[in-house]
C-alpha cells in the first residue's frame, strides 16, 4: 500500500498544491476525469472564448444606431471550437505530461477514488492510497431534471455542449442561471435560434431583483424566453430534432419547444456523494457541500479532522473559480505551516455572468440589505444609467445600468450590481473599495476619475447614492 505525505483529490484548484515546499517529499494525485479539472477543461475558460466571439457578432446590431452599418456575413462554428480546444486541449495535455512523467516525487493516479477512513483512499481499480495529509478538491458536476428523455444524444450539459460539430440551428437552453444565461447568448450570437425556458418568472434570479428583472426583459428582447415552464419530458422526432414538453406552474398553457440541440443547465451539486464521505464520518452540509471550517479543514462532528482539508466547489456554495483559487491558496500555507494556520475570507466574493448584458455583483442585494439591516441603520440605494454618462451618449446605450446599496450614516457599502457593457471590469473598483472598507464618499471624492471614461457611471452612481457627507469630505 503507497503511502504519501500528501495526497489531493481533483486536479483542478488541487493542482496548485503542489508547490516547491513537497519537492522532497511523496505526493498522489488522484483525479478520474480530464486533468486540469472544471475550469479549464469545461468551464470559465472555453465559455468565455466561446462568449467573446458571440459579442463581437453581437457588435453588428449595436453598430447601426451609430451610423456604422456592419453586415455579419457568419460565423465560423468549427474554427471557433478548434481554437478554444486547439488551446486548452494542449494546456490540459501538457499539465498532465508534467505530473505523470516528469516529477519523480509525484504518481498520477488517473481514476475515481473514495474515502474507506479518514486519511485512506481506495480507487476504481483497488488501490489503496494512505497519506498523512488528504486535500479534497473534488468540485462539482451538473444534474439534470429527472424525466424523460433527458438521456438522447441531443440532449447536452456544458461539458459537452462546445464540440458540438456544427452549430445547431435551433437550441433550447433549460434553466436561468449562469450557464443558461452565458450559453443563450452564444448560441444567439453565434446565430443559431435560441429558446430559453425557465421554471421560475425571472431569469437570474438570486441577483439583486431590479437586475434580474432588467436582465430577464433584455434577454426577451435577443432570444425567446419563456418563464414559469417546468420541463416534463423531451422525445425525439424523425427527422434529428427534439421535443420538449413543459408543463406552466400556474394554470397557465403548456409548452412545447422543438430543437436540434437542448442545452441543460439546471445547477450543480457538490461530488461529495461520490466520495466516501459517510465511510469517513465527515460532515455533510443540507446542500452537499462537504463541511469544512475557516482554515478549510474537513469537520466531522462538527471538529476538525486532523490532516483532512477541502476546497472549492465541494465545499463552498459559491462555485466560482476566484473562491477555488483563493481556498486553495489558503489550504497551501496551511498544509506548509501547521502552526500558523490562517483562515478564508469569504465576505466580499464578486461574480460575473458573462451573458449579453453581462452582469456583475458583489455583497448584498437591496432586499438583503434591507433585511438585515441592524434597528435605526437606514439603507440607501441608487440606480444610475449607463446612459447618464457621455461615455453611455457614445454609445447610444439603453440598458447599461449601475445599482449601489449602502448604510446612509456611514456611507459603508454594502452591495454593487451591475448590468451592460463590462460590468465584470467595472464593478472592480466597487470590489476594491468593499475589500478594504472605503466608504462610498471616500470612494467617490477621492481618487479622481478618468473622464470621459464608461466608468464615471460608477463615479455618479456613487455621487446620487444620497449617503450622509461629512464636512470634511473630500471635494
Ligand atoms: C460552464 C461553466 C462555466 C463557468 N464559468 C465560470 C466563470 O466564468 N467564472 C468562475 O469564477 N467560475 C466559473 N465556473 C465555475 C468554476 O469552473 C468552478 O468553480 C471551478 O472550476 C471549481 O474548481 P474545483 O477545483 O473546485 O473543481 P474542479 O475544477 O471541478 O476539479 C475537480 C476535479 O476532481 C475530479 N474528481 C471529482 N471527484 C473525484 C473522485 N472521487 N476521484 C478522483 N477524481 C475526482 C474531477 O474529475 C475534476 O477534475 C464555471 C463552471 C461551468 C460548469
Ligand atoms: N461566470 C461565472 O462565474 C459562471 C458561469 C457559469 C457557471 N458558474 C458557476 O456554476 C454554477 C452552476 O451554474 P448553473 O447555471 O447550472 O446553476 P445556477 O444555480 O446558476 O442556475 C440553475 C438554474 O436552473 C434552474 N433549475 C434548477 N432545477 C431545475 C429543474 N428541475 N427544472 C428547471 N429548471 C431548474 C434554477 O431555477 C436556475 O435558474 C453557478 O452557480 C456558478 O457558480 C459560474
Redesign the pocket.
Known amino acids: 500500500m503507497p503511502h504519501y505525505d500528501l495526497a489531493i483529490?481533483?486536479?483542478?484548484?488541487?493542482n496548485s498544491l503542489i508547490t516547491p515546499h513537497w519537492d522532497d517529499k511523496r505526493v498522489a494525485l488522484?483525479?478520474?476525469?480530464?486533468?486540469?479539472?472544471?475550469?479549464?477543461n469545461?468551464?470559465?475558460i472555453p465559455?468565455?472564448m466561446f462568449v467573446y466571439p458571440a459579442r463581437l457578432a453581437g457588435t453588428v446590431r449595436e453598430a447601426g444606431p451609430l451610423g456604422v452599418d456592419l453586415e455579419l456575413r457568419g460565423t465560423r462554428w468549427t474554427d471557433i471550437r478548434d481554437r478554444v480546444f486547439g488551446r486548452i486541449d494542449a494546456i490540459s495535455a501538457a499539465g498532465r505530461r508534467y505530473r505523470a512523467d516528469e516529477l519523480d516525487h509525484v504518481d498520477l493516479y488517473e481514476?475515481?477514488?473514495?474515502f474507506t477512513a479518514p486519511r485512506t483512499l481506495l480507487t476504481d481499480s483497488g488501490a489503496e492510497i494512505t497519506a498523512d495529509r488528504i486535500v479534497v478538491?473534488?468540485?462539482?458536476r451538473?444534474v439534470l431534471p429527472d424525466v424523460p428523455g433527458m438521456g438522447l444524444p441531443q440532449v447536452h450539459t456544458?461539458d459537452t455542449v462546445m464540440r458540438l460539430p456544427e452549430l445547431p440551428r435551433r437550441v433550447l437552453v433549460l434553466g436561468g442561471g449562469?450557464?443558461a444565461a452565458?450559453f443563450a447568448h452564444v448560441f444567439h450570437g453565434l446565430g443559431s435560434d435560441v429558446v430559453q425556458v425557465n421554471r421560475s418568472a425571472r431569469l437570474l434570479r438570486q441577483h439583486d431583483a431590479e437586475i434580474s428583472r432588467r436582465f430577464t426583459e433584455a434577454a426577451g428582447r435577443r432570444w425567446r424566453v419563456e418563464l414559469g415552464h417546468a420541463i416534463t419530458g423531451i422525445s425525439a422526432n424523425g427527422d434529428g430534432s427534439v421535443t420538449a414538453s413543459f408543463a406552466a406552474n400556474d394554470a397557465g398553457r403548456p409548452l412545447s419547444v422543438v430543437a436540434d440541440v437542448v442545452l441543460v443547465a439546471t445547477g450543480?451539486v457538490p461530488?461529495t456523494d461520490?466520495?466516501g464521505a459517510g465511510a469517513a464520518g465527515f460532515d455533510v452540509g443540507d446542500d452537499g457541500t462537504l463541511c469544512v471550517d475557516d482554515y478549510q479543514r474537513v469537520l466531522s462532528g462538527g471538529a476538525p479532522v486532523d490532516g483532512v482539508y477541502a476546497?472549492?466547489?465541494?465545499s463552498n456554495e459559491?462555485?466560482?473559480?476566484?473562491?477555488?483559487n483563493r481556498e486553495?491558496r489558503v489550504v497551501a500555507h496551511n498544509l506548509e505551516h501547521p502552526g500558523a494556520q490562517r483562515r478564508t475570507d469569504r465576505s466580499h466574493v464578486p461574480?460575473?455572468v458573462?451573458s449579453d448584458p453581462q452582469i456583475a455583483a458583489v455583497g448584498l442585494t437591496e432586499t438583503q440589505a434591507r433585511e438585515r439591516a441592524a434597528p435605526g441603520v437606514d439603507v440607501v440605494s441608487v440606480v444610475q444609467d449607463y446612459g447618464s454618462t457621455a461615455y453611455g451618449w457614445a454609445m447610444e446605450d439603453t440598458e447599461g445600468v449601475v445599482k449601489l446599496v449602502a448604510e446612509r450614516a456611514s456611507g459603508k457599502l454594502l452591495g454593487a450590481h451591475i448590468m451592460g457593457h463590462e460590468a465584470s471590469l467595472l464593478i472592480q473598483p466597487l470590489v476594491q473599495a468593499m475589500a478594504a472598507g472605503t466608504d462610498a464618499v471616500t470612494l467617490a471624492r477621492g481618487p479622481y476619475w478618468i473622464h470621459p471614461a464608461l466608468a464615471e457611471v460608477v463615479e455618479n452612481a456613487l455621487l446620487s447614492l444620497g449617503v450622509d457627507v461629512p464636512a470634511d469630505a473630500p471635494l
Open positions: 483529490i481533483g486536479s483542478g484548484s488541487g488522484v483525479d478520474g476525469g480530464t486533468f486540469g479539472g472544471t475550469c479549464l469545461v468551464g470559465c465559455t468565455k481514476e475515481h477514488a473514495r478538491a473534488a468540485g462539482s451538473a456544458s449562469f450557464i452565458e450543480r461530488n461520490r466520495l476546497l472549492g466547489d465541494v459559491f462555485q466560482l473559480k476566484h473562491v477555488a486553495a461574480a460575473a458573462f
